[in-house]
């Protein structure tokens, strides 16, 4: 169902405020967890003075320690969906298990499929009936081929709403976190007729790397970013030393619509 063959014209998927594909792209940022109120509507309110289409934030956080902090849960949809309400912006939002989907389909526009979860095949199944827009991250270890069945599996459960995301692979390379390959995106649209947006956040895990990898992206042809903010980095509850703050954000986005227009 993923191949061009089958459908040799490139998806569009639209959720809110968002659309991705076929020549939108579609700009999705915000931190990497929900930590309070404040902090996401100032987020929301900084992603959409900056241009971009779509709010991220964790709620449901998969950490690698279980002493980590593990996400707001269901306070953190609320927030979200407060965030909406007062920019408009549709929300993405990560689930991380099958029976959590209809509670998160309750709050988000797109739900999120962690790296950790890309071949989760209950959890796909279930996302596979929600009438929300489904961005399914690539597994750090998983080939392409096996991302796509991950698609398939998502399509074939009856949801046609489905965007890609390369956020990096594990390789010998430490310097960082995981390793970006951007072949990826023409790659994958060669093969699918599914839009495909790029993680630069968790692809570097460096805030000073994010922007450049940004544009890289974009002049590959990507058809969006996800991308991690915060208003204040060195304090952030997750993922810190990979967002950028507010206006390294914006500059971002101006040095990103600059390659755009270019390709
Ligand atoms: C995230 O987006 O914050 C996240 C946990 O990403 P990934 O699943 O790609 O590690
Ligand atoms: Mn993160």
Redesign the pocket.
């Known amino acids: 169902l993923a191949s061009r063959e089958l459908k040799p014209e490139s998806s569009t998927v639209t959720a809110g405020s968002l659309s991705v594909g076929n020549g939108t792209i579609g700009v999705i940022a915000g931190p990497?967890s929900v930590e309070t109120a404040e902090q996401i509507l100032a987020c929301a309110h900084a992603v959409k003075s900056a241009g971009a289409t779509a709010l991220r934030g964790?709620a449901f956080k998969?950490r690698t320690s279980p002493y980590s902090f593990q996400g707001l849960k269901e306070d953190g949809l609320k927030m979200l969906a407060d965030a909406r309400d007062e920019t408009g912006l549709a929300i993405v939002t990560?689930v991380v298990s099958p029976d959590d989907v209809d509670l998160v389909s309750e709050y988000a526009d797109v739900l999120?499929i962690?790296?950790?979860n890309m071949q989760n095949y209950r959890l796909l199944e279930a996302v596979g009936k929600s009438p929300r827009a489904v961005l399914l991250?690539r597994g750090p270890s998983a080939t392409i081929d096996e991302f796509l069945l991950a698609a398939e599996y998502i399509l074939d459960g009856g949801n046609p709403n489905v965007m890609l995301c390369e956020?990096g692979v594990r390789t010998f390379e430490s310097h960082t976190r995981f390793t970006l390959p951007l072949a990826t995106v023409p790659y994958v649209q060669q093969r699918t007729h599914l839009p495909i947006v790029v993680?630069p956040s968790?692809g570097t895990g460096h805030t000073s790397l994010v922007t450049a990898m940004a544009k890289a992206s974009i002049a590959a042809g990507a058809d969006g970013l996800i991308v991690e903010m915060h208003p204040n980095p060195d304090k952030a509850m997750s993922?810190g030393y990979q967002s950028l703050n507010f206006a390294q954000f914006e500059q971002m986005m101006s040095e990103c619509r600059r390659i755009a227009e270019a390709v």
Do not use: M
Request: proline share 8%.
């Open positions: 990497c964790g998969p990560e999120q962690g790296a950790r991250k956020r993680d968790h993922d």
